[in-house]
């Protein structure tokens, strides 16, 4: 049984910062696509970044590119997302998901499994 765990959210004030962790578990994830995605309460889930374990594949969107980076870690089977200088525009329930075939994709539906998410609270 795929499980994807996220972990790292909290309450934070505007510039700090979060490390978001993706733990994967339940089958081989070689070959696919991991994605970070995220969702604001009345809003569509939007992408954030999507990162291939051997780091093909690594995006992270233009909104946050200067603020956000993304990594994984084979032998943990972990997934990283590192959020500095974080704004309260940042605040959102984060997803991790995962993409089984390896083909780049921004689209939340595209992806196959995700985890329950993790609450970012950026105060003002």
């Known amino acids: 049984q795929v499980q994807l765990v996220e972990s790292g959210g909290g309450l934070v004030q505007a510039g700090g910062s979060l490390r978001l962790s993706c733990a994967a578990s339940?089958?081989?994830?070689?070959?696919?696509?991991m994605g970070w995605f995220r969702q604001a309460p009345g809003k569509e889930r939007d992408f954030v970044a999507h990162?291939?374990?051997?780091?093909?594949?690594?995006r992270v969107a233009d909104s946050v590119k200067d603020r956000f980076s993304i990594s994984a870690d084979n032998a943990k089977n972990t997934v990283i997302l590192q959020m500095n200088s974080l704004k309260p525009e940042d605040t959102a329930v984060y997803y991790c998901?995962?993409?089984?075939?390896?083909?780049?994709?921004?689209?939340?539906?595209?992806?196959?499994?995700w985890g329950q998410g993790t609450q970012v609270t950026v105060s003002s």
């Open positions: 990162i291939g374990w051997s780091g093909l594949g690594t």
């Open positions: 998901q995962a993409k089984a075939r390896f083909s780049v994709s921004a689209i939340a539906r595209s992806y196959d499994y």
């Open positions: 339940g089958r081989t994830f070689r070959g696919y696509l």
